[in-house]
Nanobody
Framework: QLQLVQSGGGLVQPGGSLRLSCAAS????????IGWFRQAPGKEREGVSC????????NYRDSVKGRFTISRDNAKNTVYLQMNSLKAEDTAVYYC???????????????????WGKGTLVTVSS
């Protein structure tokens, strides 16, 4: 079965850190660009970050720049989102997505994504 398996969410205090993982099962991520998205309660889904196939291009939404870092380990078929200095407004369900024809643009659009993870909840609260 072709799927993205997510892990790493949870409850963290403001200022804390979490690392989200997104592992591909049944296919290789080597030819796919990856995006991370999130959806907070009562809000629309928004792009958080993306990384190109080679890893040479990354983009972030303004509110997470300098705090979040996206990376990929093709040998492990896994993409990561390191989240530092977390704030209450980062609370959301986070999704990873992959697509061979997905272009990692500054707009963090979601066109061209073929596979989506099931999401992992990140709660930032004291």
């Amino acid at each position: 079965q072709l799927q993205l398996v997510q892990s790493g969410g949870g409850l963290v205090q403001p200022g804390g850190s979490l690392r989200l993982s997104c592992a591909a099962s049944g296919f290789s991520l080597n030819n796919s660009a990856i995006g991370w998205f999130r959806q907070a309660p009562g809000k629309e889904r928004e792009g958080v970050s993306c990384i190109s196939t080679s890893g040479g291009t990354t983009n972030y939404r303004d509110s997470v720049k300098g705090r979040f870092t996206i990376s990929r380990d093709n040998a492990k078929n896994t993409v990561y989102l390191q989240m530092n200095s977390l704030k209450a407004e980062d609370t959301a369900v986070y999704y990873c997505a992959a697509g061979v024809y997905y272009y990692c643009a500054g707009s963090l659009w979601s066109y061209g994504l073929d596979y989506w993870g099931k999401g992992t909840l990140v709660t930032v609260s004291s």
